[in-house]
């Protein structure tokens, strides 16, 4: 399975773009990348997925080098409530052909007013 | 609403209990899964379902057991409770195409 490492923590002020790095040197070539987002005693919520370059979404932007060895999640002009824990995975597809989503201890956020 | 419902929400069990926790979705989703996340740690694979009939073991499959009847639903069994097993029980699921899984809101459990 492909890990994955992502800073513990980061603060950030309302209304700053932030910017979360995630390394992944072990990809395979049929891996995507998958960000979730967690607030306490809630499950997970998908943010947003992709395999190379950059995808945008209402949520968020996710930018892939070539090498897809690392990714970036960006979330444009914070709030509050988008203090939470993020999650960067690698999908690893198995001989079922199955997704099994390996979670790590992921990037909490605080946003700062 | 469309979703993944887990029940209980909350139970509390004694060692050696056996009980089931369920979950149930309603977007005709073949992939299931069950995750366990303990305090300040990631969320660790049980067990999953690529489709009705067919399951396979995740990272800490021990002291559970799963079963996939119908594409609905996908209970988690825990045989004989232990305090180890004290933990946030979150089911998810996912569409064929689609890697971005549905999360239910979590069962919380104690085993004293």
């Not at chain 1, 979330?75 to 690893?92: K, N």
């Not at chain 2, 299931?32 to 067990?47: E, K």
């Not at chain 2, 195409?97 to 104690?110: D, E, I, K, M, V």
């Amino acid at each position: 399975l492909a890990k994955t490492t992502q800073p513990i923590s980061m603060d950030s002020y309302e209304g700053q773009e932030v910017n979360i790095t995630c390394s992944h040197n072990n990809i395979a070539t049929n891996d995507y990348i998958t960000w979730y987002q967690q607030f306490p005693s809630q499950g997970p919520r998908f943010i947003i997925q992709g395999y190379k370059t950059k995808v945008t979404n209402e949520v968020a932007s996710l930018f892939i080098p070539a090498d897809r060895k690392s990714s970036t999640l960006s979330l444009p002009r914070v709030s509050l409530s988008d203090t939470a824990v993020y999650y960067c995975l690698v999908g690893v597809r198995s001989g079922a052909g199955s997704y099994q989503l390996t979670f790590g201890k992921g990037t909490k956020l605080s946003v700062i007013p | 609403n469309a979703g993944v419902t887990q029940t209980p929400k909350f139970q509390v069990l004694k060692t050696g209990q056996s009980m089931t926790l369920q979950c149930a979705q309603d977007m005709n989703h073949e992939y299931m899964s069950w995750y366990r996340q303990d305090p300040g740690m990631g969320l660790r694979l049980i067990h999953y379902s690529v489709g009705a009939g067919i399951t396979d073991q995740g990272e800490v499959p021990n002291g559970y057991n799963v079963s996939r009847s119908t594409t609905e639903d996908f209970p988690l069994r825990l045989l004989s409770a232990a305090p180890s097993q004290t933990s946030v029980y979150f089911c998810a699921s996912s569409g064929v195409g689609n890697y971005g899984y549905t999360f239910g809101s979590g069962t919380r459990l104690t085993v004293v």
